[in-house]
């Protein structure tokens, strides 16, 4: 399947479903799937530099600075399979990297299509991010009490173990959520003005991907 909006922003609290709804829908669009956090957890278990100064900051919860995500994404953004469009997952965060964003994608001639914004109440996102499962094989993503494995600890998928990200506990799962409220919830007004925000209302990940290809098509 080919959309006509195919530059996407995916943008919610954490625990909104973006990783989810982005890998269900790279079932049947073809996409580049760019999350800032998978990349920058890759760099954490690579123990780069940057990793290493990262995983301190995601451990409390806290957003990484700007220019550092935004040049990962800059880079990520020149590569070949990015032209046949892309999903910005969990990137832009801040009105700054927003700013950093368009910059970047002037520098390559393009532009953002859509920004969907998934909306879930504050309640269902704690349950949501503290029983959150997340595999150390592939990208796949479970929840102990909505969306479990077949066997317990085991990914469906590719049979690695599964873990609990160390920002799900209680107390850091509620510091994101104000940091998502101060410093990411902006951008909602943001792409509202310019005309490129999706709202989908929570429902369960297969029926906000055909809400998203309904209007994306
Ligand atoms: P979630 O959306 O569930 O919070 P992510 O995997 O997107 O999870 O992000 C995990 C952590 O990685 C964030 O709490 C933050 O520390 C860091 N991070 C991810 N994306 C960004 C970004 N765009 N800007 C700054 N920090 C980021
Ligand atoms: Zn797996």
Redesign the pocket.
């Known amino acids: 399947m080919t959309l006509t909006k195919k530059n996407l922003i995916f943008l919610g ?4 479903g ?2 989810t709804v982005s890998n269900l829908l790279l079932k049947s669009v073809k996409l580049a799937h760019i ?4 990349l ?2 890759a760099e954490v278990a690579a123990k780069t530099e940057l990793g290493v100064a ?1 995983a301190k ?2 451990a409390s ?6 220019e550092i ?1 935004a040049g990962m994404v800059r880079a990520r953004l020149a590569q070949d399979d990015c032209k046949d469009g892309f999903i910005l ?6 009105l700054a ?1 927003a700013d950093l964003l368009d910059a970047a994608l002037k520098d390559i001639s393009s532009q953002i299509d859509a920004v969907v914004y998934l909306h879930v109440d504050e309640e269902i996102l704690i349950q949501r ?1 503290t029983s959150r499962l997340n595999c150390r094989g592939c990208d796949a993503i479970y929840n102990k009490v909505f969306m479990p494995p077949k066997v317990e600890g085991v990914c469906d998928k590719c049979g690695s173990a599964l873990y609990q990200r160390p ?1 799900d506990s209680v107390e850091t799962a509620k510091s ?1 959520l104000d ?1 998502f409220a101060r410093q990411t919830e902006p951008l909602i007004q943001y792409y509202r003005d310019r005309d490129l925000l999706l709202t989908i209302e929570q429902t369960d990940a297969a029926t906000t991907v055909a809400k998203m290809l309904e209007k994306l098509r």
């Open positions: 609290a954490p625990g909104a973006k990783g999350s800032t956090g998978d920058l957890r990262a900051i995601m919860g806290n957003l990484v600075p700007d995500v997952d969990g990137f832009p965060r801040t990297q991010l920002d994101r940091v």
